[in-house]
């Protein structure tokens, strides 16, 4: 380990006004390439630390973004791989059915290359030329047009990947098929993080095992000038106020979720016999701000 850096607070899941980057500890970490503008988050210093070349590579965690948004905004390769293919042990939980460590690097070969140290089996074989000859790779659109600039570089890169024998299938679609898919995913968040991370305060061997959600509440409202100065914690205070009575409703949201993002996801690909699916990653980095918080457009996560 060469350092550890500054990330976003609470891994951006304090507030919905929340800056990438901030946190009470170490300040505002900015995008190298404009000190004005957004790093992203959560894994923000780590990118950063990447990027700047004090490091090779980093890792980072992620819920929903926290490593390939980062990636993105700073000029660099990183991927959210599968839950379950590497430990969760140690990551500063928000949700457990989607929180993972994920690599950040300078380029795919090194990404390759930290994610199978990562892995506990490497099963991967190594990145060779010609492998993607007669890969069916679906593109996915319904993220451009926000940005001429960035549709274009999309395009590029596109070009590429048919210049290196992938069949590109165009103008697909991933969108959710019913209407509280947002609701359920945002409720799932709110519980997991409330049960998580009292379990992760619990296993600590400190006298913060004791602590909870209500008591971090608590302990930011003591140090206000400190803690709540730029945002608040009205994440904090919606996933303390579920009670058990929700957990039925957690459960089913769950079970909504998973089914239909596996079922979108494998009825695509198996309609169009595809290898792949590729979407942009999001747009550059936005200007902080420090009243109404992250700008994210357009882009796809996790």
């Known amino acids: 380990i060469l350092g550890k ?30 000190l004005s503008r957004s790093p992203c988050g959560s894994s923000s210093g780590s990118a950063v630390a990447v990027a700047v070349r004090l490091a090779p590579l980093a890792v980072g965690t992620e819920t929903n973004g926290s490593v390939v948004c980062p990636a993105n905004v700073n000029g660099l390769v990183g991927f959210k791989p599968s839950i379950g293919v590497l430990s969760q042990i140690g990551i500063v939980p928000i949700a457990h059915s989607q929180d993972t460590a994920g690599p950040i690097t300078n380029s795919v070969a090194s990404a390759n290359l930290l994610f199978n140290a990562m892995r506990t089996t490497d099963a991967s074989h190594p990145l060779k030329p010609g492998k993607l000859q007669n890969k069916r790779i679906g593109i996915i659109r319904s993220a451009t047009g926000y940005l001429p600039e960035l549709d274009k570089l999309f395009q590029q890169s596109l070009d590429r990947l048919e210049q290196n024998g ?17 609701a359920d995913s945002y409720l799932i968040l709110l519980w997991e993080f409330k049960q998580d991370l009292k379990q992760y305060f619990s296993g600590l061997d400190n006298p913060l095992s004791t602590l909870d959600l209500n008591g971090l509440i608590a302990f930011n409202k003591s140090q206000p000038e400190k803690e709540l100065a730029l945002f608040p914690q009205d994440i904090f205070e919606r996933a303390a106020a579920l009670t058990t009575e929700h957990k039925t409703k957690y459960q089913a949201a769950l079970t909504r979720a998973q089914n239909e993002t596996r079922n979108s996801i494998r009825t695509l690909t198996k309609s169009h016999k595809l290898d792949a699916i590729v979407a942009p990653t999001g747009a550059p980095a936005w200007s902080i701000d420090y009243v109404n918080g992250d700008d994210f457009l357009g882009g796809f996560s996790t």
Request: charged share 20%; glycine share 8%; no cysteine.
């Open 166 to 182: 992938a069949i590109l299938i165009d103008g697909l679609a991933l969108k959710p098929s019913y209407p509280d898919f947002r």
């Open 5 to 34: 850096t500054n990330l976003s607070e609470w891994a951006n899941f304090r507030s919905e006004r929340s800056s990438s980057g901030w946190s009470a500890v170490g300040g505002q970490t900015r995008n190298p390439y404009d």
